[in-house]
């Protein structure tokens, strides 16, 4: 077994577990004896992790079910100006906490701090006592929690490729294609486009030959990257969930290519041209996921694109415009729908939690006293949230920041890496 990027042979001291869809952005298929050690950890490190940089905000509203680590919490700015941190439970906090001075007659300094949880309130409290007179534990007692919704909208930048992200999606798609049995020295026009430039991430700052996603000129002969996006048609017959992940691979029906396409969040879409002559025995193999629940997804797919219709998508003859909106709006639509949903029951949660104070048992029957009481606790909560629905939600408080809005970013660019 030699590796499918380097050839080098692969014994039990350079194997290595390859994720075929990145594990940070919730990929849980696993193959082994396909990457050496060495090139899964570089190609992990340069060319994965800008993938999934790019597709942190989508792994955090959909708070991705991982191999390992929570999903890092991105900053995000609203149209006025706010600065907010999205935090991986989909909810919204302050970026800083604040820490307010202002001096009193009698040297008396009255002293004003909105901490992001309590144990932040409580250091920085401490940190105070230090200098004034604070009994900090009596502080803590007495701050309040406070939630707010946004009346601004929310600005997020949702870039998608480059040279490192191009990269990963062709990995994922030769990866896959080995593992089911996929002889990869046939796919030539991935592994001359993996292999050149941006090899080692000593390499890094070399100028890699292929600049950026949007320069392809030519079909995939070798000098030009072989994948873009695709957004056509969509090779799914029916799909099965608007949020998902797929790779599938075919060289049915496409005149002698081995073709693979690449789905991300169910609106990042890439065609990639594995091979332009394809000599293996044919091949039709898809997998899907639904990254919010780890759960595999059955689909039926067909990509039978002629040679013609590679050289023309890549060449950008096509107005993608109309299919990449309508992709990204129904994923949004779900994004944003989640995070109310999120909201709403934490709210509920809060006034039955409130009306567990005041005495009721859990199982214990509810009185007509009880009943008015919850109605009061959940319209005390629910009215402010449902006036301010069309606006973006967030709590600034001391206790974990709740609440989301859709981001005011329609369809992302191309960006350069
Ligand atoms: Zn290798």
């Not at 604040?98 to 909105?114: A, C, N, Y």
């Not at 040279?163 to 990963?168: A, M």
């Not at 409130?354 to 859990?362: D, H, M, Q, R, T």
Request: proline fraction near 5%.
């Amino acid at each position: 077994m030699s590796c499918i990027l380097c050839d080098c042979e692969i014994d039990q001291e350079n194997d290595s577990v390859e994720h075929v869809i990145p594990q940070a952005i919730g990929g849980l298929l696993k193959v082994k004896s396909l990457l050496c050690k060495g090139c899964n950890g570089w190609t992990g490190q340069e060319w994965d992790s800008t993938l999934c940089d790019q597709l942190n905000w989508f792994s955090l509203m959909f708070q991705v079910v991982r191999d390992r680590g929570a999903v890092p919490s991105m900053p995000i700015s609203t149209l006025s100006g706010e600065e907010l941190l999205l935090l991986n439970d989909g909810s919204m906090t302050m970026r800083r906490p604040i820490f307010e001075k202002q001096p009193l007659e009698d040297s008396k300094t009255r002293i004003h701090i909105v901490a992001r949880d309590k144990l932040e309130a409580k250091r920085m409290l401490t940190g105070a006592s230090r200098k004034y007179r604070i009994d900090v534990d009596e502080t803590l007692r007495n701050a309040s929690t406070s939630t707010h919704y946004l009346q601004s909208p929310v600005m997020v930048n949702l870039p998608f490729g480059g040279p490192r992200t191009g990269r990963s999606i062709v990995k994922t798609a030769l990866v896959y294609a080995a593992m089911q049995g996929v002889d990869a020295t046939l796919c030539g026009q991935a592994r001359r486009y993996l292999l050149q430039g941006d090899r080692h991430p000593d390499a890094a700052t070399a100028t890699p030959p292929f600049t950026r996603l949007d320069t392809i000129t030519g079909g995939g002969d070798g000098d030009v990257p072989p994948f873009d996006y695709y957004y056509t048609k969509d090779p799914l017959t029916e799909r099965p969930s608007v949020v998902l992940h797929s790779v599938c691979i075919s060289s049915r029906g496409s005149e002698g290519q081995l073709l693979a396409y690449v789905e991300y969040f169910g609106c990042h879409r890439c065609l990639v041209l594995l091979a332009d002559d394809y000599a293996g025995p044919e091949v039709h193999a898809g997998y899907l996921i639904d990254p919010r629940t780890g759960d595999a997804l059955q689909a039926d797919f067909k990509l039978g694109i002629g040679k013609a219709e590679v050289r023309s998508l890549f060449q950008r003859e096509y107005d993608e415009i109309e299919g990449r909106t309508a992709a990204y709006n129904s994923v949004m639509e779900v994004a944003i729908a989640g995070s109310f949903d999120r909201e709403r029951e934490r709210l509920v949660e809060q006034a039955w939690q409130a009306l567990g104070k005041s005495g009721i048992k859990e199982g214990e029957l509810l009185t007509e006293v009880h009943i008015a009481q919850l109605s009061r606790e959940l319209a005390e909560r629910l009215t402010p949230f449902l006036l301010a629905h069309g606006h973006l939600a967030s709590r600034a408080g001391s206790e974990i920041q709740s609440g989301a809005s859709p981001p005011s970013a329609g369809v992302p660019g191309h960006t350069p890496d």
